[in-house]
């Protein structure tokens, strides 16, 4: 199928035609077709091509050349502007760079090429009164970039293409000191690079410490201790530590009458473990002041606390919490933190490595036979039998796989036990960089294959977990 371009009127070679470039002349002919594109239509699954050629001119009376009106297609491209735009506008979605190949006849590298040339989105002007910094790996130039964030309407200001401190001061002083002045708080993570920059670059700002970061101090501490009472227990106790970390360090009063018996029996095996998770407690409690002077009195109960214990990597953590508690207090006092720019830095992470070409997706199905005796009873009236659910769990992938394309990778699992803990060991097992379940279970099957666990495996999950209702 031949397309025209939209301009000079094309005909075989001599044909005349108007003079639609602003040219000095009324008449022209073709001078040649140069080579042709190709490129597939916009139906999905067709083995459509558009064939078309670009035709050039020139003028009868000074000589002068030009090609005819293309607005579809750039110059020097074989593939319209649209289909372009579509590639770029795909890798926000979780789909391999296979994906693309396949799909438009064309190289990675070329797929590649065209999101690099792709332009960036036009960068806001103006910083926000509440900003954040962090940094994140992008693979693009430097290792590390640096992002700067609005709170307030959470939308992204600014990314530095590398975290050297010449660039990043820069770029930050680039922005005129009126606007410099007006930012009121800077969140960032503990990092004395970043409390730096803060200071020097945004004076009228109070700095905010990230309330996830600080926590994780407690978090840490809490399983490096954990980490050397399991290796010491003989093998008959080791099988209570078995998913231990995320009881641990789960809020006590979140955790279900099962996870608390669970604890309880966790903690009877070492005293050193026992208190450190009362001051991995009580340090999440100083979080929850109300004021300024509760924070004072819950910082110096825990201060206490920690030098009576006298655990290594407790007073490491105290040594940090005193450094930065003026920022720490800030971030609980203005409820800013760094959780949508950790979602941001995540979704990129996310995307770049589903984006490479040996990305691959496991489809799992978990079955409880404890916890489902009712949902069995149902699935057996249905013709099933609880001793044949595993062989109709895999019929039921198998058929689910015909559902899924050929440039996708994909294997199913079925495995056994409480779908909620199975689900974040598998991840965990594959280093999966993604979860997506459903929020909710849609029929007996279903609900044996997933149960209510959504709210469990997002607490728990090492990965970011994407719900799907």
């Not at 001119?57 to 491209?77: L, M, V």
């Not at 825990?302 to 009576?308: E, K, N, P, T």
């Not at 489809?363 to 249905?382: C, T």
Request: some cysteine; charged content about 25%.
């Amino acid at each position: 199928m031949r397309h025209g371009g939209g301009g000079p009127q094309s005909g075989g070679r001599g044909a005349l035609s108007a003079n639609t470039n602003g040219g000095c002349c009324t008449e022209s002919k073709q001078l040649r077709a140069t080579a042709p594109s190709f490129f597939h239509g916009d139906i999905p699954d067709a083995a459509l091509r558009y064939i078309y050629k670009n035709r050039r001119y020139r003028y009868r009376e000074c000589g002068k050349t030009f090609s005819e009106d293309r607005s579809f297609i750039d110059a020097y491209q074989r593939m319209p502007r649209s289909v372009i735009e579509k590639i770029v506008h795909a890798h926000g979605e979780l789909v391999s760079a296979a994906h693309f190949v396949r799909r438009h006849d064309i190289s990675a590298t070329t797929v590649m090429r065209h999101f690099a040339r792709a332009k960036p989105q036009q960068e806001s002007d103006l910083l926000d009164t509440v900003i954040s910094m962090d940094e994140f790996c992008g693979n693009v130039g430097a290792k590390y970039q640096v992002v700067i964030n609005d709170l307030h309407n959470r939308r992204c200001c600014n990314v530095i293409d590398d975290r050297c401190a010449a660039s990043i001061y820069n770029r930050l002083l680039a922005y005129p000191e009126s606007e410099r002045e007006n930012v009121m708080v800077v969140s960032i993570d503990l990092s004395p690079f970043f409390h730096k920059l803060a200071e020097e670059c945004f004076p009228n700002a109070e700095i905010a410490a990230d309330k996830f970061h600080a926590v994780r101090l407690a978090n840490n501490a809490l399983d490096s201790i954990r980490k050397e009472v399991q290796a010491g227990l003989p093998s008959r106790d080791k099988k209570w530590f078995r998913n231990a970390r995320h009881i641990l360090l789960g809020r006590e009063p979140k955790l279900s009458l099962n996870e608390r018996c669970k604890l309880a029996k966790i903690l009877s095996f070492s005293e050193a473990l026992r208190t450190a998770h009362a001051l991995k407690e009580e340090y999440y409690r100083i979080f929850d002041s109300a004021d300024r002077k509760m924070f004072k009195e819950r910082l110096h109960d825990f201060q206490r606390h920690v030098q009576m214990a006298n655990l290594a990597p407790f007073i490491r953590v105290l040594k940090t919490t005193e450094q930065w508690k003026e920022e720490i207090w800030n971030g609980i006092r203005t409820g800013y933190n760094n959780g949508f720019t950790e979602g941001c830095n995540n979704t990129i992470k996310v995307l770049k490595r589903v984006c490479a070409a040996d990305a691959e997706i496991t489809i799992l199905m978990v079955i409880d036979y404890d916890a489902h005796i009712s949902a069995f009873e149902q699935v057996s009236m249905s013709g099933y039998l609880p001793a044949e659910l595993k062989v109709a769990a895999y019929r039921f992938l198998a058929e689910l796989m015909h559902e899924i394309p050929r440039s996708v990778h994909a294997h199913t699992r079925v495995e056994e036990g409480d779908p909620a803990e199975v689900t974040v060991a598998v991840a965990a097992e594959e280093e999966s960089h993604l979860i997506v379940m459903g929020s909710r279970g849609f029929g007996t099957f279903e609900r044996i294959a997933f149960g209510s666990v959504s709210t469990h495996v997002t607490r728990h999950a090492h990965c970011p977990v994407l719900l799907a209702k």
